[in-house]
């Protein structure tokens, strides 16, 4: 499919087939291509928490409203950002960049790099969480299209109880929190959502052009 042809086929998916499961292979390149999302100054301070078991994903629908697709899927993906911004994260991704581009972790460049990164996370607790929160609906959107491009169906969610599911799936004691879910999978024949029209604001008045 082409990409906007991919874009077009895809919707909210309101009722997934529970009969049809995403192959490993496929499941792979999707999580591959999640993990190339870009992010600011590159630290990733997120998760991706993928959840195939059934009764779990069952046990997740009372938090998610009773939205069925959470059972119904393949693959449950839980986005998660970090709870907070920790020294650690800094050092260990300015080892991580230098040992990946073969740099030495004393050189001046490094040096100046983890001063850098360090100085511009001098932001409060909300800020922090806000700005990785907004990093995480970047992944979100890649995994929305990805999914799309493989034929994949997906119904992006923000409707559940975030403290009943951190707790349900222990996020918090790891130092995460769940920010949205991506239910994926094949919609079911029967889902009268996957062929009603498509509502978007006309271009003209969405995009300006100067
Ligand atoms: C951040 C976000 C949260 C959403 N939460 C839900 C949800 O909890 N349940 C649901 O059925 N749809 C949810 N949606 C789907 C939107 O209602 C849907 O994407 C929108 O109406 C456009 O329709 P389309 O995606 O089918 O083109 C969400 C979408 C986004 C982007």
């Known amino acids: 499919m082409d990409i906007i042809e991919a874009l077009e086929w895809r919707y909210a998916v309101k009722k997934f087939d529970p009969n049809k499961k995403i192959d490993e292979d496929q499941l792979d390149r999707i999580l591959r291509g999640l993990q190339l999302t870009p992010t600011s100054m590159g630290l990733q301070l997120m998760k991706f928490m993928v959840i195939t078991d059934r009764e779990t994903r069952k046990n997740i629908t ?54 850098m990164l360090s100085g511009s996370l001098n932001l409060s607790i909300e800020q922090q969480q806000a700005w990785m929160e907004n990093q995480v609906y970047i992944a979100l959107g890649n995994l929305l299209t990805l999914c799309a491009a493989e034929g994949i169906d997906t119904c992006p969610m923000e409707g559940f109880d975030r403290k009943k599911l951190d707790d349900y799936l ?41």
């Open 62 to 115: 009372p938090i998610a409203f009773n939205q069925k697709q959470v059972e119904d899927c393949s693959h449950l993906i839980v986005l998660c950002r970090k709870k907070e911004v920790a020294e650690e994260d800094v050092s260990s991704f300015v080892k991580h960049t230098a040992k990946t581009r073969e740099i030495s972790i004393e050189s001046t460049t490094m040096i100046n790099y983890e001063k």
């Open 170 to 210: 222990n996020l918090e004691s790891e130092g995460y929190n769940a920010v949205v879910m991506c239910p994926i999978g094949f919609r079911s024949k029967d889902d009268k959502y996957s062929s009603v029209k498509k509502v978007r604001r006309p271009l003209d008045s969405l995009i300006e052009k100067k």
